[in-house]
């Protein structure tokens, strides 16, 4: 995109020397004024659905963060400062959801990069009705995301549930079990398993674009010089695909922060609190103890976690973008 | 130069096991939708049913009064109009703001960009509080127009982004010619990048289709009745019941999925070739 700018002739550049000669600088002017309006005209519509929208709630959801706001109604509410905030970060049940939210965020990022990379060669690789195979990876990442997760609660359930019929089939288990009832480590790890059942099809359609863009020539020098697939994968796959893969793991990332509807709709943050997440608890104040400011307060410490993940991804890619050969 | 034999087999082999781990959801899905009750209860479980009935959809379909089919059939048009509302708006505005971005020379061009982007970014669990609050007072909860506010405000930063990396991945020259030619910058834009953007307008309309469907957390804050409620609120609310009925879920999330999966399967060129602008430019 701005490879497009910059290599069209620019008129408007050329009356941005020191000395421009004064026959052209009206002119010059005129155009790029004329430009400027269009612009501004053409992007009213967005600014408006969107800036309209956002900008007066994020600001008063920090205006609120000061308050002790406790009913949806309007009416004047106390001022407290920082006491939302304090009171929040010293609450064992938000250092617990953020302990969740890590574990999540960072086993089902990690497992769908892992699995998405190896699922994009292979829908790369020259298989035959590779339409259908195609089509048969799309279906996870349409299916709703609620739908995946009432899904996976019921292959799930402890009485009538497919996973434990197999297993005791099979004999790798021995009798039924709860999964998502007693334990709670087990049942934040079968999210997990729903979670990247779902997402490994996306991240594996977008490596794939990348994949595309990496000439083929590449390989048969790799392997006219002697390189095996597996070295051929880590030597040229793997840095060329380096942006992809960046790109991502920050989109999934910020993603899996946020994770609510599935554990909503899979175990509704249970057992236990078990597999609350940061959301689910910002949720849980915010709409069923009707804790308005602590909620904003919550979400404010969200945005901000989630700033600095996304800046230090950034980071990463530069250096990793620098220190590529 | 031939891949041998063994790498053939080998990821024959592999594309078989992935596609059978992915199928294999959506088989038990389609199983408990259509056995009886008495299959889907029994223990062990009988793995070829006695009974097979399609009573479950018939609920569905034609289920009336205060039924679950007819909540569930209110949902489904709720979603369909919300969607479609979202998309008409938001690629609208997607188009006229991503040609801006991508062809036109203004100050403060990135920062324009990145402001949409930040403003997608935003967690809605930020602006739902006192979106909650307005909408209460203006009387816009449990109303279509409402959620489709607020979609738009999700689906515009990305229409835009998408739509302003297509448009400038086509040739300048195409439209350089047509000015030549006496269009002005809209008649060009209308005449002759449109036509051409038929694929990234698609992908993003889609895009911003699914992303209605998908959404959860503020229908669910939002809605409260038939009238507004969508579909993955209603699904939630089926499962969230007690004594639940998994056949019935089974077959509301078969049907739920079939919109998404049929346009994504159809448009699966549309999709995948939009994402790749995406990778590549973004």
Known sequence: MTAAQTSRPAPVSAGRGAHPPASRRPRARRVKLGQVRLALLLLLPAAVVVFGVVLYPAGRALVISFYAVDSPFPGTYPFVGLRNYTEVLADRRLWTAVEHTFYFTAVSTALELVLGLGLAKLLAAPLRMRWLFRAVVVLPWALPTIVNGAMWRWILNAQYGVANALLTTLHLQDGYRSWLGTDPFLALNMVVVADVWKNTSLVAFFLLAGLQTIPQDLYEAARVDGAGPIRSFFRITVPLLLPSIALVLVLRTIEAFKVFDIVYVMTGGGPASGTQTVTFFTYLQAFSAQRFSVGAALAYLTVLTILALALLYLRLLRQAELSAP | ?282
């Open chain 2, 1 to 282: 130069m031939r891949p041998t034999r063994g790498y053939r087999i080998f990821i024959h082999a592999a594309a078989l096991v992935t596609s059978i781990v992915i199928l294999a959801p959506f088989a038990w899905l389609l199983y408990s939708s259509v056995v009886g009750q008495t299959d889907l209860v029994s223990r062990p479980m009988r793995w070829v049913p006695e009974h097979v009935t399609l009573a479950r959809y018939r609920e569905i379909f034609a289920g009336g009064g205060t039924s679950a089919g007819a909540a569930f059939r209110a949902a489904m048009v709720n979603s369909v109009l919300v969607g479609a509302g979202t998309v008409l708006v938001s690629l609208t505005a997607g188009v006229l703001g991503g040609y801006a971005l991508a062809r036109l020379r203004f100050p403060l061009r990135r920062t324009t960009l990145l402001s949409f982007l930040v403003a997608y970014m935003l967690p809605p669990i930020t602006l739902i509080i006192p979106m909650y609050l307005l909408m209460s007072r203006f009387g816009l909860l449990d109303t279509k127009a409402g959620l489709i506010v607020v979609y738009c405000s999700l689906a515009t930063p990305f229409a835009l982004w998408n739509m302003s990396n297509f448009f400038g991945s086509l040739p300048a020259e195409l439209e350089d010619a047509a000015r030549v030619d006496g269009c002005s910058r809209l008649g060009a834009l209308v005449r002759v990048i449109l036509p051409l953007s038929r694929p990234g307008i698609m992908a993003t309309g889609l895009y911003a289709f699914l992303l209605c469907w998908d959404e959860f957390l503020y229908s669910l804050i939002f809605t409260s009745t038939s009238q507004a409620k969508t579909i993955p609120v209603a699904i939630a609310e089926f499962t969230g019941r007690n004594a639940v009925d998994f056949g019935l879920i089974a077959a509301g999330g078969l049907l739920a999925s079939l919109p998404p999966v049929v346009l994504t399967i159809v448009f699966q060129r549309y999709l995948i070739s939009g994402l790749a602008t995406g990778a590549v430019k973004g």
